[in-house]
């Protein structure tokens, strides 16, 4: 059995967990999410601590136990304390700045970059040069932050552009004559 998939996810007071036909519903302060259940995973609710085990003995429903372990485990963490990605914008007049629900991206094009973002997801600028993009979801919260990466990704020469914080980024020499 897999390793993750033995271990038990304790659910915090505060959390309601709900399994419905195919569907397991997290409720919590910061919001609900939802995930399908998988027929190959058999989910327990024991007092607080939910177990996964493999409906068979296949070697599929043993990799997936552990993958709906965690995938409830970040819904159970997402819904008590969220999570978060931060982004630093490095470059000369590279600034962002949060207004409500849109990200405003001023990343050396002609024009600025005005990003929406979805409901669920907060986004803020503590300095110019900084992005904090918060959520319940962590999923949706990485694919949000690679989408605003992606406006600028770093280049290899200067380093110039929007990268994670704790990204290292190798800075390549150039041509030499």
Request: charged content about 25%.
């Amino acid at each position: 059995m897999s390793r993750v998939g033995k271990m038990p996810v304790v659910v915090p007071q505060g959390v309601d967990v709900a399994m419905k036909d195919d569907q397991i519903n997290v409720k919590g302060a910061l919001g609900t999410l939802a995930l399908t259940q998988n027929a190959l995973v058999t989910i327990k609710n024991d007092a607080g601590q939910l177990t996964f085990a493999p409906a068979n003995e296949s070697r599929e429903a043993n990799a997936m136990s552990g993958t709906m372990r965690q995938l409830v485990n970040n819904m159970v963490t997402g819904v008590t304390k969220g999570f978060e990605k931060k982004l630093n914008l490095v470059g000369v007049g590279y600034k962002a700045q949060a207004q409500g629900t849109k990200l405003n991206l001023t990343v050396g094009y002609s024009h600025p970059v005005v990003m929406d973002m979805p409901a669920g997801i907060q986004v803020a600028t503590p300095t110019p040069t900084e992005v904090v993009i918060k959520g319940a979801d962590r999923q949706r919260v990485g694919q949000i932050a690679a989408e605003v990466r992606a406006v600028r990704p770093p280049e290899p020469y200067k380093g110039k552009g929007i990268r994670y914080s704790d990204e290292k980024i190798t800075i390549k020499e150039t041509k030499k004559k």
